[in-house]
């Protein structure tokens, strides 16, 4: 059975620090790979996803993941922090196909102090 | 352009009562996905359908649940009668088969069950 674990359930940067939120999955073949955002009372919105090919992966919000394979991780970073960044992250794996339901890490709350 | 609609945004029920919990997926999306979250759980998939077919519904929690999709444009999904330990928050999310697979979240129905 497909899993998802984010081993940091807070995280505290300083605004315009950089940030890293980890993600680590199990899946029996190749995955694919989300990190969504969830502010306050909102729904989630996709932040990126990788699929295939380049390794490293661009979103928007200036987000961008790398899937490392060898050590089953897809993890978040950004180089500099905006306090509107403050947010529940979640980190998600799916099989292919386009129409299966998604399995989602417990999330890491971000929180930026000024 | 109109996202993942789902209505109502908050419902406060006595215990024992049914309640139904609506979704209109983005016009063109032929998968949909119910997912619930609490604090303990995460966010769960409950059920998904192709082309308004269920798919898989194991993450259903009980008989007590039910979700319908007449049609291309709307989903319900049904608890009756509702617990307490009900009380969550319910997503559904929409996604095109086929395509960039990504699914849309709506804002959530907050649900309490007193």
């Known amino acids: 059975a497909q899993s998802v674990t984010q081993p940091d359930i807070h995280i505290t940067v300083s605004e315009g620090a950089s940030l890293e939120l980890r993600c680590n999955y199990s899946?029996?073949?190749?995955?694919?790979l989300f990190w969504y955002v969830q502010s306050p009372g909102q729904g989630l919105q996709l932040l990126l996803k990788?699929?295939?090919?380049?390794?490293l992966v661009q979103g928007i919000k200036g987000f961008e993941a790398e899937f490392k394979r060898s050590q089953s991780s897809f993890n978040l970073r950004k180089p500099s922090v905006h306090w509107s960044d403050a947010a529940e992250y979640f980190c998600?794996?799916?099989?292919?196909?386009?129409?299966?339901?998604?399995?989602f890490g417990k999330g890491t709350h971000l929180i930026i102090q000024p | 352009d109109a996202g993942v609609i789902q209505s109502p945004r908050h419902e406060v029920t006595e215990m024992g009562q049914e309640v139904t919990l609506r979704c209109k997926p983005i016009?063109?999306?032929?998968?949909l996905f119910w997912y619930r979250q609490t604090m303990m759980r995460g966010l769960e998939l409950l059920i998904y359908?192709?082309?308004?077919?269920?798919?898989?519904d194991s993450g259903m929690p009980e008989d007590r649940f039910s979700a319908k999709m007449p049609n291309a444009s709307f989903s319900t999904l049904k608890i009756q009668p509702s617990e307490p330990r009900d009380s969550a928050v319910y997503f559904c999310?929409?996604?095109?088969?086929?395509?960039?697979?990504?699914?849309?979240f709506g804002p959530g129905t907050r649900l309490t069950v007193t």
């Open positions: 999310a929409s996604s095109f088969q086929g395509g960039a697979y990504e699914q849309y």
């Open positions: 899946y029996g073949a190749t995955p694919y």
């Open positions: 990788y699929f295939s090919g380049d390794t």
């Open positions: 998600a794996v799916g099989p292919g196909g386009g129409a299966d339901g998604l399995t």
């Open positions: 016009s063109g999306h032929n998968s």
């Open positions: 359908f192709n082309n308004n077919v269920p798919i898989d």
